[in-house]
């Protein structure tokens, strides 16, 4: 896999000349531009999402805890507006915002707490948990170190909630719903 020097070996250029065209942070002369996008593409070079969560300290990822993967096919269950279509909505939000959803199933497990923490060691920006039905929820107390919204749910805490509704086109309502979750967990 080719690395950053090896573009600005290929181009002739510093590795920070590379990072400036890739980022887009300075100005680069276009013709300097066109030999380091050159480069890229000849090589095939892909920038690590993980020098950049070092740089910027943000990874683009948003955690989702979810209950709907495991019960796939079952009709058993209390339902409301099916979580998978809020997560659909969700999905599409985040993906439009240039950021990864990653979503974490609690496979009928009452303790979310490893998920959380699997999130957070991931350097999540936030964590949505999307509930089948409205239902109340028990965070553990690592949720406080990581922004959650609950979509669907609630605690006695009192963080913050929303509360899908039954209508004509819920695909509009969730991408709102996602919308403002992200702006309020600052992603």
Request: hydrophobic share 45%; net charge positive; charged share 20%.
């Amino acid at each position: 896999m080719a690395t950053i020097y090896d573009v600005a070996a290929r181009a002739g250029v510093s590795p920070k000349t590379v990072s400036r065209v890739i980022n887009g942070d300075a100005p680069v002369s276009d013709k300097t531009r066109a030999k380091v996008e050159t480069a890229i593409a000849t090589l095939g070079y892909i920038p690590s999402s993980a020098a950049r969560v070092m740089r910027s300290s943000r990874s683009g990822i948003v955690g989702l805890i979810t209950g709907a993967i495991s019960r796939v096919g079952d009709a058993n269950r209390i339902h409301g507006l099916p979580d998978v279509f809020l997560m659909k909505g969700i999905q599409q939000s985040i993906r439009a915002q240039g950021k990864t959803l990653m979503i974490a199933d609690i496979d009928n497990r009452a303790d979310i707490e490893p998920l959380i923490r699997t999130f957070m060691e991931h350097r999540a920006e936030g964590i949505l948990y999307v509930a089948q039905y409205h239902q109340e929820v028990v965070l553990p107390d690592v949720s406080h170190a990581c922004p959650i919204v609950l979509v669907n749910c609630f605690d006695k805490t009192g963080t913050l909630q929303f509360y899908p509704m039954m209508s004509k086109d819920n695909m509009i309502w969730c991408a709102r719903l996602s919308a403002t979750a992200t702006a309020v967990l600052r992603i």
